[in-house]
């Protein structure tokens, strides 16, 4: 069976948005037009997909936004989209609009939506890894994620500030879904004196005596970071839980939103435009049902099943590193 031919790409950002999206937008609709294919904006994600939120977009309409955070196309969470018969309404509706092939921007919520519609109804599919979590399995890392870090780690470089001065122990916590990547980094890269993320549990107890003996030892302000994910307890709860042991006060600071949204780094304007321009060479090769991902530093190709079978593993030794390097 011969393939069907590509003419018109319909592209959209879903989920959380992630600083860098844009410039994937940017590089997805300048590729395509440069290949010959024609390019629908769906605005709003899933949703807007349902809503038939449409607009087609040339090289002009994505002119200025390479340096803007967020999305162009507006994003969102969908929860209906699992449900199989909207999925169907949502190929109808593809058809419908002459869409021959789809490219979606975000993590792995709006990964596993592209994967349905690629099983039930062969819609020929591509992802991009956008999400500041950077947990998606395939791709070392996601569009979003080094803006993410940067941001989060100048709020902790202001907040050693003021800790110091006023000898004081922080806790900091940031996103990060259910996985600690975001935390490990910002963590390692803002010397923390402990790190909590999801991946490790049970070892409350330890990290309490650490932090005593560190308090012992003289150092008198100490930052920690914890993964918005941490099953052990929220920020809030880890500083009843130093009052209460150690009879220490300490401040809780919630990055929240903030991690979210800004001007993209260079890295992740760069990655996100390689990737942009890798999932279009993917359409243009009639390769469907991949992540357009980034391994040892260039493009890499994955399938979504790959992707979404397996979870992405926090790198221990960085961990141990970070521990190390902050006594
Ligand atoms: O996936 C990105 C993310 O920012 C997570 O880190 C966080 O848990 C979640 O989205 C927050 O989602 P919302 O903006 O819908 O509250």
Redesign the pocket.
């Known amino acids: 069976m011969t393939a069907k031919p590509i003419k018109t790409i319909g592209v959209f950002s879903s989920?959380?948005?992630?600083p860098g999206m844009n410039a994937a937008i940017r590089s997805v609709v300048r590729t395509a037009h440069y290949e010959g294919f024609n390019v629908i904006g769906i605005y709003g994600g899933y949703k807007g997909l349902l809503d038939e939120n449409f607009k087609s977009l040339g090289p002009r309409s994505v002119a200025n936004i390479i340096q803007r955070g967020g999305t162009i196309l507006k994003s969102g969470?969908f929860l209906e989209f699992h449900e199989e018969n909207i999925r169907k309404k949502a190929v109808n509706i593809l058809n419908h609009h002459g869409i021959d092939a789809l490219i979606g921007i975000g993590?792995n919520?709006t990964l596993a939506g592209l994967k349905a519609l690629h099983d039930e109804s062969h819609f020929p599919v591509i992802g991009l890894p956008g999400?500041?979590?950077n947990?998606i399995y395939g791709t070392d890392i996601t569009i979003?994620f080094d803006t993410?870090v940067n941001t989060a780690l100048e709020a902790i470089d202001r907040i050693r500030d003021t800790a110091t001065s006023h000898d004081r122990l922080f806790i900091v916590e940031?996103?990060?879904?259910?996985a600690g990547h975001?935390a490990l980094q910002v963590g390692l890269a803002g010397g923390a004196e402990e790190i909590f993320v999801p991946e490790t549990q049970g070892a409350i107890e330890q990290t309490i005596h650490r932090i005593e003996q560190s308090v012992r030892s003289g150092k008198l302000a100490s930052l920690l970071v914890i993964a918005?994910?941490y099953k052990g307890g929220g920020a809030y709860d880890l500083a009843k839980m130093l009052q209460e042991k150690l009879n220490l006060e300490a401040r809780v600071c919630i990055l929240g939103?903030i991690?979210?949204g800004g001007t993209p780094t260079a890295f992740d304007r760069t990655l996100a435009s390689r990737l942009g321009a890798h999932g279009i060479k993917l359409v243009k090769t009639q390769t469907f049902g991949i992540m357009a991902g980034w391994t040892a530093g260039k493009e890499c190709s994955v399938t979504l099943d790959q992707c979404l079978k397996e979870n992405k593993t926090l790198n221990r030794d960085t961990l141990e590193l970070a521990r190390i390097l902050s006594t």
Do not use: K, N, W, Y
């Open positions: 989920g959380g948005d992630a969470r993590g919520g999400t500041i979590d947990d979003g993410a940031v996103m990060g879904h259910s975001l918005e994910g939103h991690q979210r």
